[in-house]
């Protein structure tokens, strides 16, 4: 029996997408039919990323006499790409059977099914990417050296918020703003990285301007960021590849600098969006989803702490149907960009027998159905029934790999009502299917002007004055 024939099928199964499999129940029923057959075997997962930081795992597969072994594969293979986008890592160490080690370093070589995820991870941490293939004994234990970043109120800081479409800067004196600013700009657009230099200083110096001093500042944008340098983010998609290394990957450094030798602190602005809830709601394990242009995330753990985790849950897979939409970006199937973003909308246009302009922007798709939702068109009420039904079993997804107590919902995809549609249906999911954590995760959909207020304060919060 291959894997695609476990009866894991969806209590409530989404209006427009009646072939959805959900990920969470997906590696359930595996999981129950590996110990159902009395003869698991283990297997030990880690990913380092930087600085020795590493995250591990463990699971069970089905033992080799069972002739399952393209079970196991498809189960692992889909295990290893979702903790490498939640945590990222440029290594992965796998204790367990060889032929698995081996699958996993075909996928992950050039030319293999997951070159993409390698090269990025490559450039990102700026090692060569490995797969290692041992003995489950000699797999390290996690690593996870959290920091406590943020929540630091005191001094006159700057918060300087940068998106694909405007970035938002505050003056913050002792906790509140006193002076803030929404510039239209297009980064994404330019190839000459000295344009995005110019408005990023300028933003500064016009907060600075409206402080006696300046002590710190915080900068959050979409992106990767390791040790405040810029290793992957979509403001400089347009930069070419050898220009980026000189004159972008230090580009935020440089631009603080303008001010003098000020501490500072750069962020993924998922993260920092967490970090707002969690000021907001004055409580720890908060998961932020956006979705927007694409899906970003961000979490704030136990601790009160950003992780150093990648979150970059557009790449985490969330559908295990095979004929689900592939992502033109990685070249996979059943990811989340094509769920959580304004493409997921776009996707189920057609089946909620919407047709679109093909000349609009996706942003511009984006509005057409909403506009048509708050009209009443019940074809569009579907579209977010259906997206919030995918988010109730992808929660659950989550909550494998976070501890999860506060999930925001953000994003321009959920303003307007289809936001509260959103969700309705994946709370009515999670009470169905996963009563436990139904209790135990609380949903928010917050306002966003007062998510942009708290983002520019939980930004400015950032370094540590000492």
């Given amino acids: 029996m291959s894997y695609f024939d476990f009866n894991a099928k969806p209590k409530i199964v989404p209006v427009l997408d009646k072939k959805f499999r959900p990920a969470a129940l997906e590696n359930k029923a595996f999981l129950e039919a590996v110990r159902e057959s009395g003869s698991s075997i283990p297997v030990r997962i880690a990913v380092e990323r930087g600085n020795g930081q590493i995250s591990t795992y463990n699971t069970v597969i089905f033992d080799e006499k069972e002739n399952r072994n393209e079970d196991n594969l498809f189960y692992i293979e889909r295990f290893v790409k979702t903790i490498l986008w939640i945590h990222g890592g440029w290594k992965i160490i796998i204790g367990g059977p060889q032929y698995v080690a081996d699958y996993i370093k075909n996928a992950y070589k050039k030319g293999g099914l997951r070159e993409f995820d390698a090269e990025l991870m490559s450039r990102v941490y700026e090692k060569e990417f490995t797969v290692i293939g041992t003995d489950i004994d000699n797999v390290p234990d996690s690593n996870e050296n959290t920091k406590p970043v943020g929540r630091h109120l005191e001094g006159c800081r700057i918060g300087l918020d940068l998106g694909g479409s405007d970035r938002k800067v505050s003056a913050v004196i002792d906790g509140k703003p006193v002076y803030s600013e929404e510039v239209v700009w297009h980064p994404k657009t330019q190839s000459d990285p000295d344009y995005h230099y110019k408005e990023i200083v300028e933003a500064l110096k016009t907060a600075a301007a409206h402080m006696p001093k300046v002590d710190a500042v915080g900068i959050s944008s979409a992106g990767i960021y390791v040790n405040n340098r810029v290793m992957v983010a979509s403001l400089f998609i347009k930069v070419p590849e050898e220009i980026f290394d000189r004159k972008v990957k230090d580009i935020l450094i440089n631009a603080v600098h303008e001010l003098g030798d000020i501490p500072f602190e750069v962020a993924n602005d998922g993260d920092v969006t967490a970090l707002a809830g969690s000021m907001d709601l004055n409580d720890t394990n908060v998961l932020g989803i956006a979705m927007g242009t694409s899906e970003a995330g961000g979490y704030v753990d136990s601790h009160g702490n950003i992780t150093g985790w990648l979150n970059e849950l557009a790449f985490v897979p969330v559908d295990f149907n095979p004929e689900a939409m592939v992502d033109e970006w990685s070249g996979d199937y059943g990811c989340g960009v094509k769920y959580f973003s304004q493409d997921g909308v776009i996707k189920l246009a057609p089946e909620a027998g919407i047709e679109l302009d093909p000349d609009l922007t996706p942003a511009e798709k984006l509005k057409v159905v909403q506009e048509l939702h708050k009209k009443g068109d019940p074809r569009a009420e579907r579209i977010f029934e259906t997206i919030g039904v995918y988010l109730g079993y992808t929660i659950a ?23 509260n549609v959103i969700i309705d249906n994946a709370s009515k999911v999670l009470k169905a299917e996963f009563p436990e954590l139904a209790e135990k995760i609380k949903l928010h959909l917050p306002d966003e002007s007062n998510r942009r207020v708290g983002q520019s304060i939980a930004a400015a919060s950032l370094p540590e004055v000492k």
Avoid: C, E, N
């Fill in 397 to 419: 997804h989550y909550a494998s790999f976070y501890d999860i107590k506060h999930i925001l919902i953000l994003g321009r995809v959920t303003s307007g009502k289809g936001g």
